[in-house]
């Protein structure tokens, strides 16, 4: 009896792995931390953007985020937080991701975004003015998010309509079809219609909308007014 005990025992050992039904160990889930909204900024950083345009660009989002009126929409959320990140973008595969993912939940940690956006320089100067390319790439961001969002929200900002890359229609299908909404802020500066071609080819999913800037120098307030409304939003 002994002898035949070892022996099963031994063709037991002596079977390989993946014949023996035995259960492979799973990868441990990411977690992540809900949030009411998980914000992209895609700032547009192509060839048409000065420096000082792009500077003006920077600042208006660090003074919005210190308005008191951004703090408070955010504490009149179900979970009085958001996370938000900022990218640059110009041609089809030329992004940047400038401020990491941030959670924003109190007056503290508000004045560290804007501090975190204010500190971040420029990394690129032109390449092209893809749209798509920058929707594409926040939405990896999004997927890549340590925080998951009740909403997801692309927020496009740049000065010209879509000449790189794939049709900029089928990066925001693609995304709605993923339940990410896209906002936009079209700077009129060079094209004064710019607005209506954001509205008809950029902006789309769940509540989206656009708050258009005639120019650079009234940028800071077209981001005020967008970050309010975007962050309010129940849709």
């Known amino acids: 009896m002994l002898r035949a005990t070892l022996y099963a025992l031994l063709v037991v050992a002596a079977t390989p792995l993946g014949a023996q039904e035995q259960k492979q160990p799973q990868a441990p889930r990411r977690t992540q931390t809900e949030v009411a909204l998980a914000l992209v900024l895609a700032v547009d950083a192509s060839g048409s953007v000065s420096n000082d345009r792009f500077e003006l660009q920077k600042q208006g989002y660090a003074a919005a985020f210190r308005n008191r009126q951004v703090l408070n929409s955010i ?41 975190a956006i204010e500190a971040s320089t420029r990394q690129l100067f032109g390449g092209g003015t893809s749209i798509s390319g920058a929707i594409d790439y926040s939405r990896i961001l999004l997927t890549a998010s340590p925080f998951l969002g009740i909403r997801r ?37 060079l094209e004064p219609d710019l607005d209506r071609y954001y509205y008809d080819n950029v902006i789309g999913g769940p509540g989206a909308f656009m708050v258009p800037a005639r120019n650079y120098e009234t940028f800071a307030d077209a981001i005020l007014k967008k970050l309010i409304t975007e962050i309010a939003s129940r849709v």
Do not use: C, F, Y
């Open 153 to 189: 929200v692309i927020d496009i900002s740049g000065d010209g309509a879509n000449n790189r890359g794939r049709a900029v229609t089928l990066a925001r299908d693609e995304a709605v079809r993923d339940g990410i909404s896209i906002n936009g802020l079209p700077i009129l500066a």
């Open 75 to 115: 504490r009149s959320l179900a979970t009085q937080s958001i996370a938000v990140t900022m990218t640059q973008w110009t041609g089809p595969e030329l992004h940047v991701q400038t401020v990491e993912w941030t959670l924003v939940k109190d007056e503290a940690s508000v004045n560290a975004l804007a501090d």
